[in-house]
């Protein structure tokens, strides 16, 4: 932190950390394949860092890459490249832009993909029409001139529910508290996650990815939740035990909070049966899951 009197006396002013890139470059790709299409849609973003120090102090370009240059190698490339997952596609970006731009040490690509799925027509999967699905799949690969990856991965807009099995109940009562205790509540909230595969360039990115997202689904159901925190510990927890090649987990949890609606007032039982779903404002529970050494 600055003190007062740093802050007061004049001295060298110098460049801090930069880096620049293009962002939101919009990417569909269709696998025209014998019997039926494929299709792929990605929005990409292209961070270098390294030393632009010239280009900021001096208006000097020399060997820097331009951000329409950047966007016109994640087409080119995905021609050949996009082939399998999304974090394949990346780490392959990475290495090129290491090799291609002289003036950047580390890139960062940030993928979201957004889930195509075929459409059901007359009974049958149709060749070439979809519709766009829940949730979206995220990846992002770093890499730098030492060669070192790093390839995370995630999941943003998840939203779960479950009626019962649930409950929030033994916590602070102070004088502002109203809310009652209970063991038995609606828990729903739209899961972001992000989880880290450390520095490993050649897994089974697509495999993995629909085994952890089925797996956070799966240790949603499977328990007695006391809190969104709980539920958080264990899901993490349940993705660590089957994924040996996930270092750490991270969830971002609202608590989408369902409150039985007061029917008792116009003479009507309601135990349980409906709700009223508060938009706002949400508990907000997050956390990271991690192994310890
Ligand atoms: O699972 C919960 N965690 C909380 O921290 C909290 N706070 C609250 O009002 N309701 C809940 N529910």
Redesign the pocket.
Known sequence: MMTDTARRTPGKIVLGHTNYGKSDIRLVKVFRNQERHEIKELRVDVSQEGDFTAAHVEGDNTDLMATDTMRNTVYALARDHLTTSAEAFGIELVRHFLEAAPRANRVSVRMIEYPWERIEAAGRPHEHSFVRGAGERMAEVTGDEAGNFGVEAGIDDLLVLKTTNSG?AG?LRDRFTT?PETDDRI?STVVTSRWSYGGATDLDFDGLWEGIRRRILESFTDHY?P???FTLHHMGKAVLESFPEVEWIHFSLP?R?HLLYDLERFGIENEGVVFHADAEPY?L?EGTVERSS
Request: hydrophobic content about 50%; aromatic content about 16%; cysteine-free.
């Open positions: 929030w916590f809310l828990l939740s809190s969104v925190q608590n909070h508990g529970i």
